[in-house]
């Protein structure tokens, strides 16, 4: 046994041979990328651990507007309902804004459903991590991974860390997930490098309002800017600017707090919806990310592999960081599966995993990148069409799937 500490050295260490369970799979993080994972493995029969230093019910950092390929997987797992049913509101309508110029559209139905929805994290990821819960993962709140037990060939076999109370933690399982988001401790201890950097140009805050009708969902193009609304659980409205990161920081730079840099800088964006707030309330401090990393790093090794934001990140500006989630999940899942079944080489199946994410994730990577460069508002409008014409395919790729497990397949016919 190591007496490695993670401030002392590189944060992993041998296999402690005081291990006495393995389990299949050891998933740090359980929101969106995490908790997804776990369920599908679950249902696949496998015994998997999901940790997270949160105790859910919990908010993160982020707007949570799904895009059709997240409303898809989330019907195809038979999770859409129990969104609907916690009290977020079903969105069919949207209206886009360019150079002053609205239109208003219906929700198609297309790829299986007919309407996007925009749960608040700290509800929607309870739901998807209680459903693997009750697909029999081990789910365990108030752990806080330090790093990642390596074994004497350098294959990871394990991670660990402390509880809320500061006692050890160990977890030995043939594989570890990193679905531990931006700043993923699992990707740090395994040495997973960035194969991509495209810069961190853009800025997206975002605050909570209530007391006004929320039709649908609104986005608003403008001059080095995109706004809009999301409705949510509630009856609040989620108000997001997306911009720049210098346009932010000049904005906060000439007001007194973030509320008045955030209404100040809406008057610019969005000076119609600015004007409209003014009836309703702000429900919480303006919160929100200054400059959003566009990365990709390495998303497999030796007994390891990352999942969401922890593997991907990329700017909020096409709001497509849940439905990546749920996508990779699920090729995660997949891969993993046919590892512990035995039908692959784990290796081979987890580089697998990689060649499906890298290859899946490539358009809208590239489009949201373009348009976190904020271009003239024409040139903006026609990559919003190629997004969205990227999205449909998106959705319908992923409906056309089969379902992963028997017990998919009967969620899918009652959702
Ligand atoms: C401002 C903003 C707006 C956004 N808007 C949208 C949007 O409208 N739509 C959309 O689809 N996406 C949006 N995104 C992106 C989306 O939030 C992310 O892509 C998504 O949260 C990724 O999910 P994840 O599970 O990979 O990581 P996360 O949601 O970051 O979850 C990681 C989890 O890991 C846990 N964790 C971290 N380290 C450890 C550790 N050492 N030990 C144990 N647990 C750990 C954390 O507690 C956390 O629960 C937005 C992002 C931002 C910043």
Sequence with gaps: ???????????????????????????VGARAAGAATALLLARHGHDVVLVDRSSFPADTL???????????????????????????????????????????RTLKHSAGVDLLVAPRRYILDTLVAQAA????????????????????AGRAVGVYGHDRTGAAVDVAARFVVGADGLGSRVARAVGAEIIEDRGAPGAAQYAYFAGLPWPGIELIAADRSFTGVFPTHHGEACIWICGPTADARDARRH?????????????????????????????????????TPNYLRRAHGPGWALAGDAGYHRDAVTGHGLSDAYRDAELLATALHQALRGDLDPDAALAGYQRRRDGALREVFDLTVALAGYPPVPDFVVLQKKLARALDAEAAELAARPPLSPEDEHLLTTA
């Design 62 to 104: 982020s707007t949570h507007q799904l895009a059709r390929p997240g409303v898809v997987q989330l019907r195809r797992w038979g999770l859409l309902q129990a969104v609907l049913d916690s009290g977020a509101p079903a969105v069919r309508q949207v209206t886009f804004t360019a150079a002053g110029e609205s239109v208003t």
């Design 1 to 27: 046994m190591t007496t490695e500490s993670a401030a002392a050295g590189p944060p992993y260490k041998r296999l402690m041979p005081s291990f006495r369970q393995r389990h299949d799979v050891v998933v």
């Design 255 to 291: 007001a007194a707090s973030r509320e008045d840099a955030f209404t100040a800088y809406l008057h610019r964006t969005a000076p119609e919806l600015a004007v409209r707030l003014r009836a309703g309330r702000r429900m919480s401090p303006v919160t929100g990310m200054l400059r």
């Design 133 to 152: 819960a009750e697909a029999g993962a081990d789910v365990r709140f108030g752990v806080t991974v330090e790093g990642v037990h390596l074994d004497d």
